[in-house]
Nanobody, 121 residues
Framework: QVQLVESGGGLVQAGGSLRLSCVASGTIFGLGTMSWYRQAPGKQRELVAIIDADSGTDYADSAKGRFTISRDNAKNTVYLRMNSLKPEDTGVYYC???????????????WGQGTQVTVSS
């Protein structure tokens, strides 16, 4: 079994910064694509940033230039550095990670439990 635990959320004023972390634990042979999603109140969950196994990255237009996704494979961790935060960045942030649990197994996707980010104006 695999668990994903996010941390780093909180309340911040507009213009401030936060760094989110998501640590994967359990039976892990390898990690594939790792990503961050956001769900604002009353809205659908949306992709914010994604990083592949080769550390190639892509971002939602709303995140470009302000957010940076990175990974540390030795620590089974993905990060999201968020700068110049805006009230519209408010929401629950979830990590979504591809995990290979054994050498013979395929990749499975797992969700974290989410961490709340609130940006005040």
């Amino acid at each position: 079994q695999v668990q994903l635990v996010e941390s780093g959320g909180g309340l911040v004023q507009a213009g401030g910064s936060l760094r989110l972390s998501c640590v994967a634990s359990g039976t892990i042979f390898g990690l594939g694509t790792m990503s961050w999603y956001r769900q604002a109140p009353g809205k659908q969950r949306e992709l914010v940033a994604i990083i592949d196994a080769d550390s190639g990255t892509d971002y939602a237009d709303s995140a470009k230039g302000r957010f940076t996704i990175s990974r540390d494979n030795a620590k089974n961790t993905v990060y999201l550095r968020m700068n110049s935060l805006k009230p519209e960045d408010t929401g629950v942030y979830y990590c979504y990670v591809q995990v290979q649990t054994t050498v013979a197994d395929r990749m499975y996707h797992y969700w974290g439990q989410g961490t709340q980010v609130t940006v005040s104006s």
